[in-house]
């Protein structure tokens, strides 16, 4: 029987038809490849992302970028000044504000003389306790005659004091009430000022008075501390100026009185330092002064002098995954926190920077978590 | 035998056509993966904006101090209105927090599922967009530049209906007042004459000097709730041009007769001089007149020991006085030690008793005659601090005395809501007479006691009849978790791919978002015109949070649609202008309302630059739902710490 080849014409399209297929199935498998690729170049970003998403909400309530409990060498802010007395927002307060007075077993009998931080008490709560009240002349600033009289006679840092002035001097007094003064000093001491602020509750009025001091550190006529009151006040002998900063008290108006948060901070932020590499050289007395600081963020602020140096001294920027394949982005995680009209704000970023392209993003968030005075608790930092 | 027959040629062509299909189909299957990963991209950015608008809700600042709270007419103030509403989209969408309604025009073009969005807006709510950066209340225009990102194709709207909210303050008089323990007497600087009904102004009740650069008028608000208090501020009244012959704490801290206006520019700590130990005294003598005008005798004034509960028993309503009294007492007390040292008051100082008419009652009223130490001043400071406690914790319905300064707390604050269930009130608009408002009317869930003036129109009492029906009150009422549960919901469309996203108008601007002044006299026996209250007052704008078109930071203030694209833009926004100089969305001039409408569109992405997209305005866009949350919906005032 005789066979019959393919016919010229038919080995043609049958070639064709055979380039046609293999064509096809290159291209849908390169597309098959690219769109897997892409999808799972996405995915890794997106778990990265949400990775990070979740280191930032977590570092917001575990603090372990400011303070690690498990790493030595990664609590710098569990420093102390043994030459001013002063410590750091983790600074064990057994180290910082030795208590005196009472006992972790008597938390029910509170006395004008108990000193150190007692966590057992509802003091801010408790509208009978009257250790509690604030007690000072609200029209006073810094510059005063007295011609509304002595309020260092009813509250005061000292329990007994000549109460001196260059407006007339008044005589030794014994004070009934030092408890509140001692603890905002104690607290700024032992803290720094947003720590101070963290544990002071929220209707705090932030001043005392106490022996005047015509001298380093100066008082006003009236025996206010002028940290409390005088935006440039140089509380730290000379050498108080940050590099973008005031102590204590912004320059609102030149008002110059002692109040409360709001006022004291819509134009300025108080902050905390975590390790940075803008601030890795900072030591334990940088460190202290710049706790002790608040930065102008608000009205009147610059970009360049106040902004950029805060955002860079306050925010962490972590790898999230330090040794990581080379195909992956590298993200970052920052957080900072800081106080601005009295809210605690604490602003966490997750960037992300293409492998391919070298382009950064950015997704930033603020984060709702454990306060300071929680984290400190948590690592057992205020036990007497 | 069957011959060996291959495929012809038509059956490969089909079998190539099937296999052809079913790698296209596959095909068209691998982009849903990228789709997917995408949309799973916007979940996270939604899911960290959820957050972050809860959180910035519950805890950013909700005061507004720059803002007039005070009026005889509820609509004459811009508050208890959207923009003071404790509603998550009023608080937020503001130009402080970052968020934004989205244009209309832009959003009318896009569509959704079930037309959700199309039915939002026809309810007349909005659509929201973000700013590219969270919400920290630092200084936006000082911010560093953002790296790019797509967050900002995030869009949202607050679904669900918004309860009811308590008031924001009370529009008649911002109760609660506060003042510092001990003080004297209240006198309230204003800069123009307080007026009557008729917007005439009235004689002054007080003192006028000068404060910076203007002639602010000083009144003893105090005496308003009381007559016996102006004699405590000053007696006799008007003043005698013999210094040593004027009582009370005014001769005392400002004794120049007349009162002489400072030269302009004096700071506010400058006193004039003069100060005198008989000053002091004179000012004791007057607090202690005004405790025996209240009936209060040695058992209140001459203690050793402070006070640790009310003398006699006084009803609830009668507590003020006490509360007053001491208030006075201690502070002017105090003032001896400026004068006497401790040896000297230990030694005691005598007070002479003075005898003067009450303005309450017209019956002559003597002073007591005390002795006083310096246990005696600090038992009375005590006694002042121990009384206020007392009284401000027991009732915060009852307005007779300032709230104690030093130890402000929420519960202050009363509990005061709309009756939407009784006719409302009516009446004209402040400068544009021939406009009727209409506001419900107030109901608390008892009833205010000593109720009082206001500091800011202390001639015009509040109408007997204004309160609503207070079996209608239900801010205290049981509630179900899900009458105060809202949801967000997210969408992720790339609006702006439009041409116009940058020139589009703002979506229209709630008339509450105005801070306008409350009624001011125009010297001339009537009330100023509205286009002059709408000047009526200096935009601070770092104490005005939750007014002025929520997208005016970034906000054009000329018209920029004929630049080309690229355009750096960064001189023509409004930023954080409107503090003392430059404020170019305030006032009534068409420029002026054109900025702070937002007419000329926004830069949107806070780049700097005028962009444009590559979409017609023609052209519908569709949004894709990525998430959905709930939330609990206050419904009071609030911020957590």
């Not at chain 1, 008490?121 to 002349?137: C, F, I, K, V």
């Amino acid at each position: 029987m005789p066979e019959r080849a393919f016919t010229l014409i038919e080995v043609m399209i049958a070639s064709a038809l055979g380039l046609t297929v293999c064509l096809t199935a290159f291209a849908g498998l390169r597309a098959a490849a690219q769109s897997v690729s892409l999808a799972e170049r996405l995915a890794t970003e997106n778990a990265l992302i949400r990775a990070g998403m979740n280191a930032a909400y977590h570092e917001v309530d575990a603090w372990r970028t400011y303070d690690d409990p498990a790493d030595a060498t990664r609590q710098r802010l569990r420093q102390y000044d043994a030459t001013r007395r002063m410590g750091l927002p983790f600074t064990p307060l057994k180290t910082s504000w030795t208590p005196s007075g009472w006992s972790s077993a008597d938390r029910t009998t509170w006395d004008e003389d108990d000193r150190g931080w007692n966590s057992g008490e509802a003091w801010s709560m408790d509208a009978t306790n009257a250790r509690t009240w604030w007690r000072g002349n609200h029209a006073e600033r810094l510059r005063t005659d007295l011609r509304y009289g002595r309020y260092a006679i009813f509250s005061n840092l000292e329990p007994s004091l000549n109460v001196v002035s260059p407006a007339g001097d008044y005589g030794q007094v014994d004070v009934a009430h030092t408890w509140l003064p001692n603890q905002l000093a104690g607290l700024r001491d032992a803290l720094g000022y947003y720590g101070m602020i963290d544990y002071m509750p929220a209707n705090a009025i932030y001043g005392f008075y106490q022996a005047y001091s015509g001298a380093y550190p100066w008082t006003s006529w009236s025996s206010v501390s002028c940290e409390w009151v005088q935006p440039d006040y140089d509380w730290d002998w000379g050498t108080r100026r940050s590099y973008n900063g005031d102590t204590f008290s912004n320059n609102d108006g030149y008002t110059c009185h002692m109040r409360s948060l709001y006022s004291l901070n819509y134009a300025s932020s108080y902050a905390l330092y975590p390790p940075t590499a803008a601030n890795a050289g900072w030591d334990v007395d940088l460190l202290v002064r710049e706790h002790r600081c608040q930065k102008y963020t608000g009205y009147g602020s610059d970009r360049d002098r106040d902004m950029l140096p805060f955002i860079a001294t306050a925010m962490t920027a972590d790898a999230l995954v330090p040794l990581k394949p080379t195909a992956w982005p590298q993200v970052k995680v920052s957080i900072c926190r800081s106080i601005k009209i009295r809210r605690f704000n604490n602003l966490c970023k997750v960037t992300w920077t293409s492998p391919i392209t070298g382009d950064t993003a950015e997704l930033s968030f603020s984060g709702f978590g454990t306060t300071l005075r929680g984290a400190r608790q948590d690592r057992g930092l205020d036990l007497p | 035998m069957h011959g060996l027959r291959a495929f012809t040629l038509f059956e490969v062509a089909i079998a190539l056509a099937i296999v052809a299909m079913g790698v296209v189909s596959v095909l068209l299957f691998l982009p849903a993966g990228i789709r997917a990963q995408q949309v799973s991209r916007f979940r996270l950015y939604a899911s960290a904006k959820a957050m972050d608008l809860v959180e910035s809700y519950n805890t950013s600042s909700n005061g507004n101090p720059s803002i007039d709270v005070e009026a005889f007419n509820p609509w004459d103030v811009p508050t208890n209105y959207r923009s003071t509403a404790p509603d998550l989209e009023c608080r937020l969408a503001s130009r402080r927090f970052g968020v934004a309604p989205l244009p209309l025009t832009i959003a009318r073009r896009i569509d959704s599922d079930g037309g959700e969005i199309a039915s939002i807006l026809d309810d007349g709510g909005c659509i929201y967009f973000s700013q590219p950066q969270a919400t920290t209340s630092w200084e936006e225009s000082q911010l560093p530049k953002m790296p790019p990102n797509d967050v900002q194709k995030v869009v949202f709207a607050v679904v669900g209906n918004a309860q009811q909210d308590a008031l924001f303050t009370f529009p008649w008089k911002a109760w609660p007042y506060t003042d510092a323990y001990p003080s004297p007497p209240i006198f309230q600087h204003h800069q123009d004459a307080f007026v009557d009904e008729t917007g005439g102004a009235l004689a002054e009740l007080g003192a006028t000097f000068g404060c910076y650069e203007r002639a602010f008028r000083t009144y003893l608000w105090e005496e308003t709730s009381d007559p016996d208090i102006r004699c405590v501020f000053q007696h006799p009244w008007p003043s005698t041009p013999a210094l040593d012959e004027n009582y009370g704490y005014f001769p005392y801290a400002y004794p120049a007769s007349p009162y002489a206006l400072p030269a302009p520019g004096t700071d506010g700590g400058t006193c004039p001089t003069g100060l005198t130990v008989a000053g002091a005294t004179r000012y004791v003598q007057a607090a202690l007149w005004y405790c025996a005008a209240k009936n209060l005798g040695a058992g209140f004034v001459d203690i050793a020991t402070p006070l640790t509960d009310f003398v006699g028993a006084p009803a609830e309503d009668e507590r003020w006085k006490q509360v007053q009294a001491m208030r006075f007492l201690a502070h002017a007390a105090t003032c001896l030690t400026r004068w006497y040292d401790k040896a000297t008051l230990d030694g005691g100082v005598v007070i002479a008793p003075v005898t003067w008419d009450a303005p309450s009652s017209g019956a002559p009223v003597t002073s007591p005659s005390v002795t006083w130490t310096h246990a005696t001043i600090t038992a009375l400071h005590e006694s002042c601090l121990a009384l206020n406690a007392l009284y401000a914790s027991a009732d915060p319905y009852d307005w007779g005395a300032p709230r104690n300064v030093q130890r402000a707390i929420m519960m202050d604050y009363p509990l005061l809501q709309h009756d939407l269930f009784s006719p409302p009130l009516s009446g004209p608009v402040s400068g544009a007479p021939a406009i009727t408002a209409e506001q419900w009317r107030p109901i608390a869930p008892r009833p205010i006691t000593n109720l009082g003036a206001s500091m800011s129109y202390p001639r015009i009492a509040m109408p007997a009849a204004t309160w609503g029906d207070r079996s209608h009150f239900n801010l205290c009422a049981p509630f179900d978790a899900s009458q105060r549960c809202r949801q967000l919901v997210f969408w992720v469309v790339d609006w702006q791919a439009y041409e116009d996203f940058e020139i589009a108008p703002s979506a229209p601007v709630d008339a509450s978002k105005y801070p306008k002044a409350a009624p001011l006299t125009d010297g001339a026996g009537g009330f100023r015109g509205f286009a002059s209250l709408m000047d009526g007052f200096p935009w601070l704008d770092m104490h005005i949070y939750s007014y002025r078109n929520a997208e005016s930071v970034f906000s054009y203030t000329e018209d920029v649609s004929m630049l080309p694209t690229g355009t750096d833009i960064d001189a023509k926004r409004v930023l954080n202008n409107g503090r003392w100089g430059w404020t170019p969305d305030a006032g009534s001039s068409p420029p002026a309302r054109a900025v702070f409408n937002g007419e000329h569109g926004a830069d949107r992405n806070f780049n700097g630059l005028l962009d444009r997209g590559p979409m017609p305005t023609t052209a519908r866009m569709r949004a894709l739902t990525v998430a959905r949350f709930n939330y609990y919906d206050l419904r009071v005032p609030f911020a957590l710490r």
